[in-house]
């Protein structure tokens, strides 16, 4: 299987501030069809997960641009130029190179 | 845009098989794949598996000899079974669909799922 590993767990910002997750793949992500299988959701108190970025560094609809991914092969990072209160929740890594897909453990955003 | 509107019992015993439906609003039922993913209490996501409308179907090998997904594509619904299920399946149980390349855009409430004798 897949692992992915993310830091830090736990993550306290104050609004306004930067943030930064990091994910780190023990494969590389990238698929023999040239996308690289990388997902960022956040999962806000009491809700279910929504897709933020997509293929690394594609943000979904809707998302504000103060999200951004980056990275290749097996290293990535989420990161939210000034967090806002809404951004409160827990961040998940995601990778659909090979079965089974799996997630990250999480990392929880407080203000 | 795609709505995923699920259900099923959210109370079982060990040994039961748990058993849920998930209902696909708007969007293209054949170009997506349909996904179960569960969240024990307080815990992270885990994938269970996916069916694509062909019917072939992909299951989680922690969970591959007791889960089965189904589709009804005249209805426009999928489903999960996972039997003998135990205290360690009690958990929040999402359905949701995924593109390639996309991920899992879009997501059903999530159910829990309680076993408990």
């Known amino acids: 299987d897949v692992v992915m590993t993310q830091t830090p767990l736990s993550l306290s910002v104050t609004l306004g501030q930067p943030a930064s997750i990091s994910c780190k793949s023990s494969?590389?992500?990238?698929?023999?069809?040239?996308?690289?299988?990388l997902y960022w959701y956040l999962q806000k108190p009491g809700q279910s997960p929504q897709l933020l970025i997509y293929?690394?560094?594609n943000r979904f609809s809707g998302v504000p641009d103060r999200f951004s991914g980056s990275g290749s092969g097996t290293d990535f990072t989420l990161k939210i130029s000034r967090v806002e209160a809404d951004d409160v929740g827990i961040y998940y890594c995601?990778?659909?190179?090979?079965?089974?897909?799996?997630f990250g453990q999480g990392t929880k955003l407080e203000i | 845009q795609v709505q995923l509107q699920q259900w099923g019992a959210g109370l079982l015993k060990p040994s039961e098989t748990l058993s849920l439906t998930c209902a696909v609003y708007?969007?293209?039922?054949?170009?997506?794949?349909w996904c179960w993913i569960r969240q024990p209490p307080g815990k992270g996501l885990e994938w269970i598996g996916e069916?694509?409308?062909?019917?072939?179907?992909k299951y989680n090998p922690s969970l591959k000899s007791r889960v089965t997904i189904s589709v009804d594509t005249s209805k426009n619904e999928f489903s999960l079974m996972l039997n003998s299920v135990t205290v360690a399946d009690t958990a929040v149980y999402y359905c949701?669909?995924?593109?390639w390349g996309l991920g899992f855009d879009y997501w059903g409430r999530g159910d829990l799922v309680t076993v408990s004798s």
């Open positions: 995601m990778q659909s190179v090979q079965f089974p897909y799996n």
């Open positions: 494969r590389s992500l990238r698929h023999s069809d040239g996308k690289t299988c």
């Open positions: 293929q690394v560094s």
């Open positions: 708007g969007g293209s039922f054949t170009g997506h794949y």
């Open positions: 069916i694509h409308h062909s019917g072939d179907a």
């Open positions: 949701a669909s995924f593109l």
